[in-house]
């Protein structure tokens, strides 16, 4: 039987940054990101990174 209530993962999209020109990822327990060399990948975590950290960037400017 399928949960109906179950929460649904965060998802992330991502468009026209650096190498990347169309992205979604949705989070899971353990979400790895594949792909090949110089396609996007670091760029991405950081990005994620620093939307996840902005307020204690802000607040250290």
């Known amino acids: 039987m399928v949960n109906k209530n179950k929460p649904q993962l ?4 991502v468009g026209r940054l650096g190498q ?7 989070f899971g327990d353990l979400t ?3 792909g090949t060399q110089a396609s ?5 975590w ?4 620093l ?3 902005r307020h204690q ?3 250290n400017l």
């Open 46 to 49: 950081q990005v994620l990174k």
């Open 10 to 13: 965060p998802t992330f999209k």
């Open 20 to 26: 990347i020109y169309e992205g979604k990822v949705a």
């Open 57 to 59: 960037v802000f607040e």
């Open 51 to 53: 939307l996840i950290d």
């Open 32 to 34: 790895p990101l594949i």
């Open 40 to 44: 996007g990948k670091s760029l991405f």
